[in-house]
């Protein structure tokens, strides 16, 4: 039988200090309350509850749909939720992304960094991608200081198509300048 | 520990002429078709444009490993021509029985054929004891549908985005033919 949801074969990446796999049920009260507090408002928010399980939905869906995803963020020594990071690509979206979010108590600590790093990594792997770029809103120096930390550089800007959310555009190094 | 069946447990059900299993990536021509069409999809919040249609998309396949329960599609002579299913998303204070289906796959009682397989999965798999469904006052096709379902009002309740909607039920005593 083929599975809708690959979810039998999926991957599950360790960094030093976390475990990177889909989102699951378990996750959903975590990421509904990150999504509905001001922490969400550089990607949108923040969201009514109804929007946030939509979205909380969409974030598992996009894995059956594309094969891949948003990781959840499992902190390895108390099994908590972290926040999320890892390939995007939504319909609509100008080229494959390398999206990030964490949650408050996440924020400080590198884990952001860390997670990106592998869910590129395992991009290029894996998925064989040539180039990623990261979508940051320009008020946003926290998230364009990770970018420049991956060794990012800015590359334009992308209006969504719908909202008008202008976002920056920041390149990632090629898989081989990565590695 | 009892999670939720996960998306690769999910069921397949058969009628007559209808298939009905989870969506997945194939079915993303047929809601992006229903929802550029906003004449079709307007009790549905279309028109929508593409990338808001994938996320639908992908929303209802979420759906099915945050609930275990969702939305089926519903393949017809090997094209799909709509979805049905139940639907609860947080914060709504009801699940519903939903369908929608595509302009040309109206007028041929297949909502129906597809409502009634899902009320006996509801039944049968879920062990649920009633289904609820709901709609806005002036959505007369889904009340007469849900009427000939043996859907009777249950109660009237304001939703979370100020909508007034009669709530209808639908025992699961006996699905099919017989009312309960």
């Excluded at chain 2, 809601?31 to 069409?37: G, P, S, T």
């Excluded at chain 2, 759906?63 to 939305?71: D, Y």
């Excluded at chain 2, 302009?103 to 899902?118: D, F, K, N, T, Y």
Aim: net charge neutral; aromatic share 10%.
């Amino acid at each position: 039988m083929s599975a809708p949801l690959a979810f039998a074969n999926s991957p599950r990446l360790e960094t030093e200090r976390l475990i990177l796999r889909p989102p699951q049920a378990s996750d959903a009260a975590d990421e509904m309350a990150f999504l509905a507090s001001d922490r969400a408002a550089g990607i949108g928010g923040p969201f009514h509850p109804m929007q946030a399980f939509r979205s909380v939905a969409g974030l598992i869906g996009h894995w059956g749909l594309r094969g891949y995803g948003f990781f959840a963020l499992e902190e390895k020594t108390t099994g908590r939720y972290m926040g999320r990071v890892g390939p995007w690509f939504p319909e609509g979206w100008p080229e494959p992304e390398i999206g990030w979010s964490v949650v408050g108590e996440a924020e400080g600590k590198g884990y952001a960094y860390e997670a990106a790093l592998a869910s590129r990594a395992w991009a290029y792997d894996a998925l064989g991608w040539i180039t990623a770029i990261s979508l940051v809103e320009a008020t946003n120096d926290r998230s364009a200081g990770l970018a420049r930390r991956m060794g990012c550089t800015q590359d334009g800007t992308w209006t969504h198509p719908l909202d008008g959310w202008v976002v920056d555009i920041w390149r990632h190094p090629a898989p081989e300048a990565a590695a | 520990m009892s999670a939720p069946p996960t998306y690769a447990s999910a069921p397949r059900l058969q009628t007559e002429r209808l298939s009905l299993r989870p969506p997945r990536a194939q079915d993303a021509g047929a809601y992006r078709d229903f929802y550029a069409d906003g004449a079709a999809s307007a009790f549905y919040g279309g028109p929508l444009p593409e990338h808001r249609a994938w996320m639908r998309l992908a929303a209802d396949i979420g759906h099915w490993s945050l609930r275990g329960f969702g939305v089926f599609a519903l393949v017809h002579r090997g094209e799909t021509v709509g979805g049905c299913g139940l639907h609860h998303p947080q914060g709504w204070p009801s699940h519903e029985l939903t369908w929608w289906l595509a302009p040309g796959a109206r007028g041929a009682g297949l909502a129906r054929e597809a409502s009634e397989a899902v009320l006996g999965w509801a039944r049968d798999a879920l062990g649920w004891t009633a289904v609820e469904t709901h709609m806005k006052d002036d959505n007369l096709p889904a009340r007469r549908l849900a009427e000939r379902l043996g859907f009777a009002l249950h109660r009237r309740e304001t939703f979370p985005d100020g909508v007034a909607r009669d709530v209808l039920r639908r025992p699961l005593g006996a699905v099919g033919g017989a009312s309960a």
